[in-house]
Structures are given as structure tokens and as C-alpha cells.
């Protein structure tokens, strides 16, 4: 199996990192695709961010650096939009490894910076769950305080500490020793112990309160958003995998008025001709991200939703 991915990402002021401007990423772990990066994290993005753009948000799912650039969803949903006659800029701003806390962490920066039209935010059970909560320094992560629900903030640069880095540290070499630093920080730390974190760790003893997540969420974006939901589709005979998680995230964007994007019937007829909307060719079948099918049916999803809000709002 051949493993490459050349994946640089530098500080970014009042942020954590981003993969910078200009960058040409070529990636091989999970199909083997190329992409170029603008600025502040924007995939395909060339020159200053426009106005009243489409954002969206989400991980490694939204990021896609594992498709070529015009095949991704964002790609998709903003050729979809040209054919309705809506030109708003899709911003895709997708990080890998990110979750539910981060979304709410930086939604001031993410809605002064970009200043969008409308924002959609892609989701799945584990951005609520085991990517949200734990004890490591380097993400934002949810944790009780004084019985709370609170979000711990990762490590965010200041802009002497982003200047630093750009200026004394360009290289790619220095990018992968930092890594490795960062990664036997985090194991010395659960390890032993001995590096303290800004809080003190949290253990679930009982199941993740999703609704208050969610809740979070909407204040953070001012319910000026739409959820983007990926269900995990099974096989033999093909059905949706029914997610309690799922079904409270959804019951919430009911009671709110809260736009829920949700491709299902697309991903069934998929599996009824034998195709997953995840999984790529040199990998696995029905695991992993998004391929090209899947970012299809999501791209159009996404961008239906778009349509109903002009049609419904005229918002756009």
C-alpha cells in the first residue's frame, strides 16, 4: 500500500494552524488526489475572501484532501448553485480532526473573518462523542465545570507567536519535528501526567449531552446555519444506521427551525447498486470518507438546501 501525504500546516494568528496560502498538497493515504490551499485555511481560494460567501465547516470530510480539487462536495454544491443562478462563493474552511468544540470555539473568528451569507456545518455521531470530549491540550474539547457544560479551548497563537513561526521556521522539516514534539507531549502527558492542561480532564460517566451541545452550537452561529448530517449506510439489504445521537440532533433542528441536510434516500439508492457514497478504490468498501459518488449526492444535497433558503427568504 503506498502512504504519502505532504501535509504542512503553519500558525495562524488568534487561530491554532492551517494548511497556508498557496500551498499545492498532494495526499496518498486514502485515495491519491491533489489540492491547492488559500488564504486562512480555504481550499481552492485564490486572492482575498469574497463577500457573502456560502461557508462551510466541518473535518477531514468537508477537507477532502484525499479527492482532486473538482470533485470534492464544496465543488460540487457550487456548481450546482451557478446552474440556479446563485453565485455566492462556497468557502470550503474543512480541518481535519475537528469537532463540535472547535466549531464553537472559533465561531467569532469564523464569522468575522468570512462573513458569510449563510453557514453549513457537516456533522456525524463522533463530532458529539469521542472526538469532542478528552483531555488533550492541542484541540477544543467539551468538559464540566462546576457541573457546566463548558468548552476548553485549545492553544491559540498570538500573532507574535504566528510571526515567529513564519518567520524563523518556513521548512517542512521543521513542521515534522513539531509534530513529533507534539505528539510525545501528548503521550507523555497521558502517560504520566506531568504536563498540566488547562482544565482538569473529564471522564463521561454517562452519555454525552447532546442537546446542550447542540444548543451551544446554534448560539455560537446565531441560528443562522444549516446542519449537514453524513448517516452511515449499511448493506444486505441497505438501510441507514439509526443513530440515537442523530435522532436528537435532528429533533432539536426541528424545534428550532434549524435547516437539517441529510442526503439519505441518495446514499440507499447508491447501495442498491452495490456503490457506497464512502471508501475509495485502494481502500476499504463503505469506510472511511466521502468519494467521489458520495461528494456528488452531498454537493447537490447541500446545495438544495441553498435554493429553498432563496426561494423561501430570499436570503441570496
Not at 500551498?23 to 481560494?45: D, I, M, N, Q, Y
Not at 426541528?254 to 441536510?261: A, E, L, Y
Request: proline share 5%.
Amino acid at each position: 500500500m503506498r502512504l504519502f501525504f505532504n501535509e504542512e500546516e503553519v500558525p495562524e494568528a488568534n487561530y491554532v494552524s492551517v494548511i497556508p496560502e498557496g500551498k499545492t498538497l498532494r495526499f496518498c493515504f486514502e485515495g491519491c488526489a491533489t489540492s491547492h490551499w488559500g488564504p486562512h485555511g480555504v481550499r481552492g481560494l485564490k486572492g482575498t475572501i469574497p463577500a457573502n460567501g456560502i461557508l462551510l465547516i466541518g473535518n477531514s470530510f468537508t477537507a477532502s484532501q484525499h479527492l482532486d480539487d473538482g470533485s470534492t462536495y464544496a465543488d460540487v454544491m457550487q456548481s450546482e448553485l451557478k446552474k440556479n443562478g446563485i453565485t455566492n462563493y462556497v468557502l470550503n474552511s474543512g480541518k481535519s480532526a475537528v469537532a463540535v468544540p472547535h466549531y464553537i470555539t472559533f465561531a467569532k473568528r469564523n464569522l468575522e473573518l468570512f462573513k458569510p451569507a449563510w453557514t453549513i456545518i457537516q456533522l456525524r455521531d463522533g463530532d458529539f462523542t469521542s472526538r469532542a470530549w478528552g483531555d488533550d491540550p492541542t484541540v477544543a474539547q467539551f468538559y464540566y465545570e462546576k457541573g457546566q457544560l463548558s468548552v476548553r479551548k485549545p492553544h491559540i497563537f498570538s500573532e507574535k507567536e504566528a510571526m515567529e513561526f513564519h518567520n524563523k521556521n518556513p521548512s517542512v522539516l521543521f513542521a515534522m519535528a513539531s509534530d513529533l514534539l507534539n505528539d510525545f507531549f501528548r503521550e507523555t502527558k497521558q502517560k504520566f501526567q506531568k504536563l498540566e492542561a488547562t482544565h482538569a480532564p473529564t471522564q463521561l460517566s454517562q452519555s454525552p449531552p447532546i442537546e446542550q451541545e447542540v444548543e451551544m452550537l446554534a448560539q455560537a452561529y446565531g441560528n443562522r446555519f444549516s446542519i449537514l448530517w453524513l448517516p452511515q449506510i449499511k448493506f444486505s439489504p441497505p438501510y441507514i444506521v439509526d443513530s440515537e445521537i442523530r435522532n436528537t440532533v435532528h429533533s432539536f433542528c426541528q424545534k428550532k427551525g434549524i435547516g437539517f441536510i441529510e442526503p439519505t434516500e441518495d446514499f440507499i439508492q447508491l447501495a442498491k447498486l452495490y456503490r457506497s457514497p464512502y471508501g475509495q478504490r485502494m481502500g476499504y468498501f463503505n469506510r472511511g470518507h466521502l468519494n467521489q459518488e458520495g461528494s456528488l449526492v452531498v454537493g447537490i444535497a447541500a446545495a438544495q438546501e441553498i435554493i429553498n433558503l432563496k426561494r423561501a427568504h430570499a436570503i441570496f
